[in-house]
C-alpha cells in the first residue's frame, strides 16, 4: 500500500484496502462479492485527494469532473501511487466506463500494483487492448506479465507489438532480447539490438548482452 505517514494523508476506509493474493484467492473460492466502495463520499470526505488536487491546482470540487479524475489519475501513476490511481480510476469508470484511456489507465494501475491477481491484470491488459490494440504502455505491462509466468512465446509476441508500435525505450528492448534469449532465440534478440545500436545509450549491457547472444548462437551451432 503506497502510503505514508508524514503526508498527513487519510488512509482510505478499511473495505478499500487490498488484501493478500492468498486472502483473495480465499475469499474468490468462498465466493464473497467484492467489496464496493462509496468512492463520492470518500472524495469528499477524504483529503488525500485534496492534496494531489493541489498540486495539480485543480480544486477537489473539480473532481466532479471526469476530465480532471483522468488527469489526476495520471499524475498518480506518475508518482507510483497505483493505489491511489485505482481509487481515482474506479470513481472516473463509474462515470465514463466506455472511455478507452480510462481502461488503459485502469489496465496500468493493476499490473503495477503488487495487490493484484496476475489474471485479474492480464483481463484488464487484455481488454485495453481490444479497445486500443496500439497502446504500447499495455502492450510492454502485458508481455512483462507473462514473461514472469514463463510463457515466454505469448510474452515475445507482445513485446514485438509494441517495438512495432514505436516504442522507443531502450529498457524494453533489452527486456525483448533477454525473454527471447531464454526463449533460444539468440539470434533474433541479437538483430533486434543490432538494427537499434546507434539509438542505445547503455553501451556496456548492449556489449554485454550480444556477447551472451553470441555465445548462445555459437553453443547452438555447436550441438
Known amino acids: 500500500m503506497d502510503t505514508h505517514e508524514s503526508d498527513g494523508v487519510d488512509p482510505p476506509p478499511r473495505e478499500a484496502l487490498p488484501k493478500s493474493r492468498l486472502e483473495r484467492r480465499d475469499a474468490k473460492a468462498r465466493g464473497e462479492p467484492k467489496p464496493r466502495v462509496d468512492f463520492g463520499t470518500w472524495i469528499r470526505t477524504s483529503r488525500r485527494f485534496d492534496v494531489y488536487a493541489m498540486a495539480e491546482e485543480v480544486h477537489v470540487d473539480d473532481l466532479a469532473d471526469p476530465s480532471n479524475l483522468l488527469r489526476l489519475a495520471r499524475r498518480q501513476l506518475e508518482l507510483l501511487f497505483t493505489e491511489w490511481a485505482l481509487d481515482t480510476l474506479r470513481l472516473y469508470r463509474e462515470m465514463r466506463p466506455e472511455c478507452s484511456e480510462g481502461a488503459a489507465l485502469m489496465a496500468e494501475a493493476l499490473a503495477k500494483n503488487p495487490a493484484t491477481m496476475p489474471d485479474e491484470a492480464e483481463a484488464a491488459l487484455r481488454d485495453a487492448l481490444r479497445r486500443d490494440p496500439r497502446r504500447r504502455v499495455c502492450l510492454v505491462e502485458l508481455a512483462r506479465l507473462l ?10 509476441e507482445f513485446y ?44 556496456a549491457l548492449l556489449v554485454e548482452t550480444l556477447a551472451e547472444c553470441r555465445r548462445m548462437n555459437d553453443a547452438r551451432k555447436n550441438e
Open 147 to 156: 514473461s514472469e509466468a514463463d510463457r515466454l512465446g505469448e510474452s515475445m
Open 160 to 203: 514485438q507489438r509494441a517495438i512495432d508500435a514505436g516504442e522507443w525505450d531502450e529498457t524494453v528492448w533489452f527486456e525483448a532480447a533477454k525473454v527471447m534469449m531464454r526463449a533460444g532465440e539468440a539470434q533474433r534478440a541479437d538483430k533486434l539490438l543490432r538494427d537499434r545500436e546507434d539509438r542505445i545509450e547503455d553501451r
